[in-house]
C-alpha cells in the first residue's frame, strides 16, 4: 500500500525539517522508530547505478575513489501519470530541479559547502526529495562507500570513520539494509555483506543486490549467490546489470538501460529461470512491498511512541504558558475572537470544509448496522431458549391459544440486546466528536501562543460533549424502551394462526410445547425484532445527530463564554499569559507538538482509510 509508504516520507520530512530548528532529545527516537532502507557497500560497488536504476534518472556525481561524502536522504513520491519529473533539496526550499544535471551539482556543491573540496566525509545529510510517476514510494539512504585504506588527502582514520557512520545507521533495529555487492567479487569478501552479517546475522533485515553481473569472466556465474547458497538471506537476492562506462559516456538513458538489463536475464542461458525476479525494476517494487509490510507491523510502536511524545509536549506547553497583561476589555475580546476562530475550524470539520466528519457518517452507515446484525437474536431464539422462556411465562397453567406473556419475554429480551448498539453509537460520535476538538485546537494558529488558554477551551468543548453524550444516550435508551414498553399490536393480529377443523384457534395442550410451534413463534418474534431492528437504525442516528452533533455545532463553548463574562481582569489576563523569556522554548515546543499530532492524525486517518 504505497499510501502508507508515503506517509512514512512525510513524517521523515516532518522530522528533518524540525531538525533546523535545534536540538530536540526526542526527534531521533521518532526518526528512528520509522523504518528506512540503507544502502549498503564498498566504494565502487555499484551504490550509485543501483539508485539511479531505482529512480530511473542520472542524478548522483560520478567519479573514482570517495565520491558520496555525505549521507544522502533520497525521498521519491510517486505521482500521477503524465506529471513532469522534479526534484527538491530542503536546504534550497521550495526551489524546483527539472534538470537533473543541476541535481547532480547541487549535490555536489551542497558536499563541498561542508566538507571543502578535499575528501573529507561529514554525518550531515542532504535531503534531496524527487517526484515522478516512474518511481515507487520510498525512503532510501546512500552512504559513504565501505574502503580498507584511505586515499591521498584523507586522514588515517576515514576508515574507522566511515564504518562509525555506518553502523549509526545500520545498527537501528528498524533499518532495512539493501546491501550492494559487485558480482565480479568474492561474496567473501564483500564490505557490505560483512557489515550486515554483524548487525543482522539471522538475514531478516537483509536484502542482498549483486551488480555487474555482465562483466563475470566467461565460463563463471553467479547462481550459487543469486539462489542462496553462498551466503543465505530472509529474502532472495536479486541481481542487477549497471550501464557500463560506455554506456555512461554516450549518455545511455534509464529507459534503453532497462530494457537493455532485462535483455539480458531474458536470454541468458545462466539467469534465464531467474529473470522474473531480476533487474532494478523488480528490486524497486521488492523494496517498496517490503518497506510496506515492515511499516505495517510498526505501526502500533509508532503509535505509542508518538502518543507518549504528545503527552510530554502538552505538559511541557502547558508550563510554559503565561502571556503579557492588557486591558480588561481589550483581553475578553482577544479571548473570544480566539474562540471563535477554533470553533469556526470545528464546524468546518463537521461540515466538510475538512476532514473528520465523514466518520460520523461511517458509524451510521457501516458501524450501527455490523452491530445489529451481531446481535445473538438467532442464540436468544434458540428452541430451547424458546421452550424454557416460554414454560417459565406460563407457570402451572399453560396457555390457551397464545402464549402471550412468552411473546413478551421473548420480545423484552431480544430488544435489550438493542441497547448496546445504541450506547456505542452514542460512543462512537462522541470519540470522533473528542477527536475532531483536539484537531480544530491544533489547527487553530492562533492558540498555539497562549496553551493555558488552548487547554481551557479543550476542557471546556470535551465537557460539553461528555453532556451531549450523556443527553444522546438517555434519548437513544429511551427509544429502545418505548419499543419495548409498547407492543405493534396490529403486526401480531395480522400473523396467520392454526385452527382446527371447527375454525377455532387450536387449543390442545399437547401441542402447546411442540417443536413446530416453538418454531413458528421464534419465527414471529424474529420478524418483529427485525422490524424494530429497521426503526431503530433509522432513529438512533437521527437522536445521536440531534442531541450531539447539532448541539456540537450550535452551543459547543456557550458555558465557556458565560464563565468569561464573569471573569475578573486578573483571571482573564492568566489566560492570555506570555513569558518573553521563553517565548523561543515554547515556539520550538510548539512545532514539535505539531509534528507529532499531525503525525498521529495522519497515520490515524491513513488506517481510518484502510
Given at each position: ?375 445473538p437474536l438467532d442464540r436468544h431464539l ?187 481582569g486578573h483571571k482573564l489576563s492568566h ?36
Open positions: 500500500m504505497e499510501g502508507v509508504i508515503g506517509l512514512v516520507n512525510k513524517i521523515q520530512r516532518a522530522c528533518t525539517l524540525l531538525g533546523d530548528y535545534g536540538d530536540d532529545r526526542t526527534l531521533p527516537t521518532l526518526w528512528d522508530a520509522l523504518p528506512t532502507i540503507v544502502v549498503l557497500g564498498g566504494q565502487s560497488s555499484g551504490k550509485s547505478s543501483v539508485l539511479e536504476s531505482i529512480v530511473g534518472r542520472d542524478f548522483l556525481p560520478r567519479g573514482s575513489g570517495i565520491v558520496t561524502r555525505r549521507p544522502l536522504v533520497l525521498q521519491l513520491y510517486k505521482t500521477e501519470p503524465g506529471q513532469q519529473d522534479y526534484a527538491q533539496f530542503l536546504h534550497t526550499g521550495n526551489r524546483k530541479f527539472l534538470d537533473f544535471a543541476l541535481v547532480r551539482s547541487e549535490i555536489q556543491e551542497e558536499t563541498d559547502r561542508v566538507t571543502g573540496k578535499t575528501k573529507q566525509i561529514s554525518p550531515l545529510p542532504i535531503n534531496l526529495s524527487i517526484y515522478s510517476p516512474n518511481v515507487v514510494n520510498l525512503t532510501l539512504v546512500d552512504l559513504p562507500g565501505l574502503t580498507k585504506v584511505a586515499v591521498e588527502g584523507q586522514p588515517e582514520s576515514i576508515v574507522q570513520e566511515i564504518e562509525d557512520m555506518v553502523r549509526s545507521y545500520v545498527d537501528k533495529p528498524n533499518c532495512i539494509l539493501l546491501a550492494i555487492t559487485p558480482a565480479n567479487q568474492d561474496i567473501a569478501t564483500s564490505d557490505a555483506i560483512k557489515i550486515a552479517r554483524e548487525v543482522d546475522p539471522t538475514g531478516e533485515r537483509t536484502i542482498g543486490v549483486l551488480t555487474k553481473l555482465d562483466l563475470m569472466d566467461k565460463g563463471t556465474n553467479a547462481l550459487d549467490v543469486l539462489e542462496g547458497r553462498s551466503y543465505r538471506l530472509q529474502h532472495p537476492w536479486v541481481g542487477l546489470v549497471n550501464r557500463s562506462q560506455a554506456d555512461l559516456n554516450k549518455n545511455v538513458d534509464m529507459v534503453v538501460a532497462r530494457r537493455k538489463e532485462r535483455e539480458f536475464f531474458a536470454t541468458s542461458p545462466e539467469y534465464g529461470h531467474l529473470a522474473k525476479r531480476m533487474g532494478s525494476e523488480y528490486l524497486a517494487k521488492l523494496l517498496s512491498k517490503h518497506l510496506e509490510s515492515v511499516i505495517k507491523a510498526r505501526i502500533p510502536a509508532i503509535l505509542s511512541l508518538i502518543n507518549s511524545s504528545i503527552d510530554e509536549l502538552e505538559a511541557e506547553m502547558s508550563y510554559l504558558g503565561k502571556p503579557v497583561a492588557i486591558d480588561a476589555s481589550a483581553q475578553l475580546y482577544a479571548i473570544l475572537e480566539l474562540c471563535r476562530a477554533f470553533d469556526r475550524i470545528f464546524k468546518e470539520h463537521l461540515e466538510g470544509g475538512r476532514p473528520g466528519g465523514d466518520r460520523i457518517y461511517a458509524v451510521f452507515d457501516y458501524q450501527l448496522p455490523v452491530a445489529l446484525r451481531k446481535l434458540a428452541m430451547q431458549n424458546v421452550r424454557k422462556v416460554v414454560s417459565e411465562a406460563d407457570g402451572y397453567q399453560p396457555h390457551l391459544i397464545a402464549p402471550e406473556q412468552g411473546y413478551r419475554r421473548l420480545i423484552d429480551g431480544a430488544l435489550n440486546y438493542f441497547r448496546g448498539p445504541a450506547e456505542a453509537s452514542v460512543d462512537a460520535v462522541h470519540f470522533i466528536l473528542k477527536e475532531l476538538v483536539k484537531k480544530s485546537i491544533g489547527e487553530t494558529q492562533e492558540l498555539r501562543r497562549f496553551p493555558t488558554l488552548r487547554s481551557e477551551i479543550a476542557s471546556a468543548a470535551i465537557e460539553a460533549l461528555e453532556q451531549f453524550r450523556g443527553d444522546s444516550k438517555k434519548t437513544v435508551l429511551r427509544m429502545v424502551e418505548m419499543e419495548s414498553s409498547y407492543l405493534t399490536v396490529d403486526f401480531f393480529r395480522k400473523l396467520p394462526q392454526d385452527v382446527d377443523k371447527g375454525g377455532s384457534p387450536t387449543a390442545s395442550t399437547a401441542d402447546r410445547y411442540t417443536e413446530g410451534h416453538l418454531r413458528r413463534i421464534g419465527s414471529n418474534i424474529s420478524s418483529y425484532v427485525g422490524m424494530v431492528s429497521d426503526t431503530l437504525r433509522n432513529t438512533i442516528p437521527k437522536a445521536v445527530v440531534y442531541c450531539q452533533v447539532r448541539e456540537a455545532k450550535r452551543c459547543l463553548l456557550d458555558h465557556f463564554y458565560t464563565q468569561l463574562g464573569k471573569m475578573e489566560l492570555l499569559d506570555e513569558d518573553p523569556v521563553l517565548m523561543e522554548r515554547r515556539q520550538k515546543c510548539s512545532r514539535r507538538l505539531e509534528l507529532y499530532k499531525s503525525a498521529r492524525d495522519e497515520i490515524d486517518s491513513a488506517l481510518w482509510e484502510k
